[in-house]
């Protein structure tokens, strides 16, 4: 009995919702707050950053436990380099309201609401995506989104492989005990099927370039996880890899690397389309 009532509490934990305040953003950087809203009339907090002349804008959605903050040093990298870009906070996290995170599956939704206002802002602006971890999943699930480049950091194929990798670190050889107690409350708890949280089944449906980042040393998703996702995608895609690297931010784990490889393949796909 206390072990499943240890098990119930830790899946509790790990969906409980992670708003916080985010308050104004930089004032050095001309964003602005903006009210989206999802298919279901859910609201999504938001911020965009136009560029001068840009042709194109890119999405940044946030690693599980993030929010707009996480993802503002990409923000000015992109910036920078003359792209727009809309930074949200995906539902129950930051100043999006929602009762539980939910893996993937209602962040979905946020994706999607994102795209749907770049594209309505801005008609002839090419679109891409960066997704960390669950933000790179819920960008998944949501394929095909309509855009026309995606960038994955650190994304898990599978929610089973996702839990079992983090139960692995913290118990070793006990993961594969305690992974089934975690996994069976993801339907009770969010109704829906773990089945339903496989981002590796819809990368070959993107519809776009995909590039794909992660750590070697990555012991929440696996480097052998990455290269399974990698070759599931369908051309044109890339897979980078940062040596050494754990489950981290790879812009501050080698920000020569990633810049490198990132800008390449927006500038690539977004400013100039397919070759």
């Known amino acids: 009995m206390g072990t499943l009532a240890t098990a119930w509490f830790l899946g509790g934990s790990l969906l409980a919702s992670a708003n916080a305040i985010v308050g104004s953003p930089p004032a050095e ?3 602005e707050t903006l009210p989206l809203t999802t298919a279901r009339q859910t609201p999504v907090a938001a911020w965009y950053l136009a560029a001068p002349n ?28 003359g792209f727009d870009v809309l930074l949200i906070d995906m539902q129950a996290h ?18 999607v609401a994102a795209v749907a206002y770049v594209r309505s802002r801005i008609p002839g602006h090419r679109v891409g995506v960066v997704g960390r971890s669950l933000g790179g999943a819920a960008a998944l699930l949501a394929s095909p989104l309509g855009i026309d480049a995606l960038v994955l950091e650190s994304v898990y194929p599978t929610i089973e492989e996702a839990i079992y990798d983090r139960l692995r670190m913290r118990l070793g050889p006990f993961a594969g005990v305690a992974a089934p107690l975690l996994l069976c409350q993801v339907e009770p708890r969010l109704g829906i099927a773990c089945s339903t949280l496989r981002p590796i ?54 920000p020569a690397l990633y810049e490198e490889s990132v800008l390449r393949f927006l500038r690539r796909w977004l400013e100039t389309g397919p070759n």
């Not at 590039?211 to 929440?220: A, P, V, Y």
């Open 29 to 31: 950087l001309p964003f």
């Open 54 to 81: 840009s042709t194109a804008t890119v999405i940044l959605l946030h690693p599980i436990r993030g929010s707009r903050l996480t993802m503002l040093s990409r923000a000015k990298l992109l910036y920078q380099h």
């Open 201 to 254: 089944d819809h990368i070959a449906a993107v519809g776009c370039p995909v590039l794909i980042m992660s750590g070697t040393k990555d012991e929440h998703t696996t480097i052998a996880e990455t290269r399974r996702l990698y070759q599931t995608a369908v051309e044109p895609k890339r897979l980078v890899e940062f040596p050494d690297a754990a489950h981290v931010d790879l812009f501050a784990a080698d």
């Open 94 to 111: 930051g100043e999006t309201p929602g009762e539980k995170i939910t893996l993937g599956y209602l962040e979905s939704a946020d994706a």
